[in-house]
């Protein structure tokens, strides 16, 4: 019986597993104030807080405007067959970049402003080098390399029966990394497109990183909050943003260690608005020709 038991569990988590995301236990509380100290003004509370609405772009047309073309890196899962990080829920970030990534491609699509491409596909290993030959040969006129971070020193928890892994609330909010490695005219685009995406998730209540563990290897950028540019030695900088012909950035989209975020990015309404602010922001950035008449 227990056997029995014991199998039928295991048949359960197996296909909780494959079952689309459900939603993930409460985060744990991590904020206890003193008991005997007065109540500090509330502030008001921002996202990622539970219940806090995103505010989307204002829509704009698409007639009279050529469709651009969008080249979508679901982060890691390259020639090293890696994961990237680790969640607060165990989930992986090479998971939820696919996931995410599919997700913004079809709705960039249903636009009608954009064509879109996925650098990697579900069960396939892509080397970055490839990724990058393969969005300069389609002409693509922007790369996103979609990512989520994993930051702060973290605490150990089990967030569900059998699986542990570190939540860290220290350091939420999104980062939007580009390189100013390249000849003028490349650069100026990935500035333009790099500045537009960080501003516009900023406009729509997205929280900007401090990452303050980033200083040795990324400067902030002063163009808007949770921009950086890449100051790594040369051997070690990000490689689809400096050999990269086509104007790229690298989207962490955010701390994926923070419980309140990670939960809030398995929601419809965080889609719908992300990829509403990719969308404003491409169309903002690539204003001028397309790749492919330039
Ligand atoms: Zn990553």
Known sequence: MARFLLLAILALAACAERSPPAPWPEPPLLHSAPLAAPAPPAAPARWPAPGVLLQPPRLVTTSGYAARRVYLDPGHRDADGRDGGTGAYCQLEA??????????????????????????????????????????????????????DVRGPGRPWSPRPGKECSYDESSPGFSIIWSDVAPAGLRARRQIL?????????????????????????????DALGLFVDRRPSPRRIQVLERNGVPAILVETHNARDPHEAQRWQEEHTREVFAAVIAAALREALAGPSAETR
């Open 95 to 148: 998971d939820f970049a696919l996931e995410l990534a599919q997700d913004l491609g079809r709705r960039l699509e249903q636009t009608g402003a954009f064509i879109v491409r996925l650098a990697r596909e579900p069960g396939e290993i892509v080397a970055y080098a490839e990724r990058v030959a393969r969005a300069e040969a389609w002409g693509a006129d922007a790369y996103l390399g979609l990512h989520s």
């Open 194 to 222: 790099a500045r537009a995406v960080a501003r516009a998730l900023g406009a729509a209540g997205f929280l900007p990183c401090a990452c303050r563990e980033y200083v040795r290897e990324y400067r902030a950028d002063e």
